[in-house]
């Protein structure tokens, strides 16, 4: 007889976790007002008075910038605009490289691209899986203009160590912190820590307004650029008299005045939803304990951590199973999560290191030629980034059940689950040999 649901046994949980839902009659008022107001986005793509969009785009954006004490905030309609914008205002073009880390979502490591640069891979930390200062300086050339760092799963990256690497080579740094508002580096905010930072506004997120991001800077220049790139650049800076045209072709990556007032009423709710996250992991980091080949991943000395998901280290040899055997044995104990049923438990084993995606393996970008790659030397292989592979293949697993609409009991069989595939491991261990 089994006792794993994986092989036919009873589930742990049999109805679906609650829905993580950010969104309440704050925001419903406030996006009742602007249809009310008829005024769903004010922008002018010239230089004119709408050219910084409409009233809640600039309440937003004000908002925005004190709460997270940083002189500019600038909205734009997603995190991956924002990243090709902080490339683009970052003066970056065709012969330039810009290090980057296998280990996060696409369009951290493929931004460069679209201004005809080419990305470099640089391994991550074994302990934090953010890029790993040591590799970044190995991976510098003369070519070398920029890093694209990510506070990943919520966890500020290496701020002392990396922003001294790009001082002394004269690099920008750009900060991926779609997974880390409200993390803290030295008390200061994720997001601001390197010379732009940019946030995310989907769904998936901390907060969200459906579709949107946010783009921070200290550095007058960089913010002037990235309003221009938002905002038809080539048809604005004429009467605005920019006298730089490098990557002045701009885009339409404006947000309109409803997500700028969803988000508006999202912001006051972030430092609540953290708080939760921390909870959640905390309690069910506890209960793991009692798993010997199972291991709550460290924060970095110095952080706070946001918590976009709870990070699980696993060992292979210990258990005496493949990671992914186990994975799929826990999930088949559980059931998904309200609204989320297409994506199943929320267990995944993460990241498959960029570079192994069909653009870098065969070399085609931009057009048929093979641009950037081609006057290129760099790169793209197996093998490359081997604590990124590992940690793929063998030791991470990652999951969403720790978000703020998760209560004490739906925690507990979040726990049960893995306790009860680690107590009946051996059945595994018998299936899979
Ligand atoms: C979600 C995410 C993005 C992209 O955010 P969008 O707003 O969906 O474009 C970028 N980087 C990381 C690390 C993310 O998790």
Redesign the pocket.
Known sequence: MNNLAFYGGKKVRRTPFPFYKTIGKEEVSAVTRVLRSGILSKYIGAWHADFGGGPNVKALEKEWAVYFKVKHAISVN??????IAAIGASGIGPGDEVIVTPF??C??ATAPLFYGAVPVFADIEKEYFCLDPDSVEKKITKRTKAIIV???FGQPYDRDKINAIARKHKLVVIE????APYALYKGKFAGTLGDIG?Y???Y??HIHCG???IVVTNNDELADRVRLIRNHAEAVVGGKGTKDLTNMVGFNFRMTEVEAAITREQLKKLRGFVKKRVAHVAYLAKKLRAISFLRHAKTRKNTTHAY?VQSLLFDEEKAGIAKSAFIEAVKAELVPTKKRESEGVLIASVYKPLYLLPLFKKRVALGKDGFPFRASAVRYQKGMCPVAERLYEKELIVHHLIHPAMRKKDLDDVARAFLKVAGHIHELKRKHS
């Open positions: 997603s995190a991956t605009s924002g990243l996060s979502m369009i951290s990510v506070d990943l991926d912190a779609a997974q940019v995310s506004l989907n998936h997120k579709e949107g991001g976009y």
